[in-house]
């Protein structure tokens, strides 16, 4: 699966934006999808992740209660809202997959997933 990452741009603080993680290829419904970011001079921080059916969410504890993911198998797409944004979220986002069985938990740690997009960049002014 290939994914591209798009929707960053630069924001408000208090504003919200939309990423969108689309996949080409096929069986996207195997995969489970996961938001990174990396800010500069930073490590690379889990942000959301969301299972093959969109059951089964997780949030890092930073953006937890602000953004939300969700998906769409039938259009090949992750969407991450990202609402009351702080100058701390400004990072680059990165989209990734690992493909596992239906019944699986969406996993946190960036080594687990195998498909990377390139990333895209979230700037939020105070």
């Known amino acids: 699966v290939q994914l591209q990452a798009s929707g960053g741009g630069l924001v408000q603080a208090g504003g919200s934006l939309r990423l969108s993680c689309g996949a080409s290829g096929y069986q996207f419904s195997r995969y489970t999808v996961a938001w990174f970011r990396q800010a500069p001079g930073k490590e690379r921080e889990f942000v959301a992740s969301?299972?093959?059916?969109?059951?089964?969410?997780l949030y890092g504890s930073s953006v937890k209660d602000r953004f939300t993911i969700s998906r769409d198998n039938a259009r090949k797409w992750v969407a991450l809202q990202m609402n009351s944004l702080k100058p701390e979220d400004t990072a680059v986002y990165y989209c990734?997959?690992?493909?596992?069985?239906?019944?699986?938990?969406?996993?946190?740690?960036?080594?687990?997933?195998?498909?990377w997009g390139q990333g895209t960049l979230v700037t939020v002014s105070s």
């Open positions: 969301i299972s093959r059916s969109g059951a089964n969410l």
């Open positions: 990734a997959a690992l493909q596992q069985i239906l019944s699986a938990p969406p996993p946190s740690r960036s080594g687990d997933y195998d498909y």
